[in-house]
């Protein structure tokens, strides 16, 4: 019974497709739909905005600019030596950096750390040059 649905809506088919015309597109087809599509508005997402404006980056270099200005131009008076800025004794009794210093990693633990950071690296690298380039077009 299946067959023979099959065929009468076959039939049908064919003989609705005998009976339908060939139907073509009016005269200014491609002008009214190109006219329809330079009308749309260009999208507002596309537009390239800054995340930090002209305006915000003149204060800020001009506050770096100051505050350099201020550092090396202050009028606070300054020791000549070196000897109170040096004052390693310090590090050298701290009980931190003694432990610190017999720790001990392993040759596969700094292999791993050095390729991991390499990896970390070349993913920045290879993901900046993908948006770079996707916010492109």
């Not at 009468?8 to 329809?36: C, G, R, Y």
């Not at 950096?97 to 390729?115: G, P, Q």
């Amino acid at each position: 019974m299946n067959a023979k649905e099959n065929k009468e809506i076959d039939n049908l088919v064919n003989k609705m497709m005998k009976k339908a015309t060939l139907e073509s597109p009016s005269f200014d087809f491609t002008a009214q739909i190109m006219e329809q599509i330079t009308s749309l508005q260009q999208s507002k997402a596309t537009i390239y905005e800054p995340l930090i404006s002209r305006k915000a980056w003149f204060f800020i270099c001009t506050g770096l600019v100051a505050l350099m200005g201020y550092v090396l131009l202050g009028t606070q008076q300054q020791p000549t030596s070196w000897d109170h800025f040096l004052d390693l004794n310090i590090f050298i009794n701290d009980t931190f950096s003694i432990a610190l210093h017999r720790f001990l990693f392993s040759n596969v633990m700094l292999y791993s750390l050095a390729f991991l950071s390499v990896m970390v690296l070349v993913q920045v690298f290879f993901l900046s040059m993908f948006f770079n380039k996707r916010f492109e077009n």
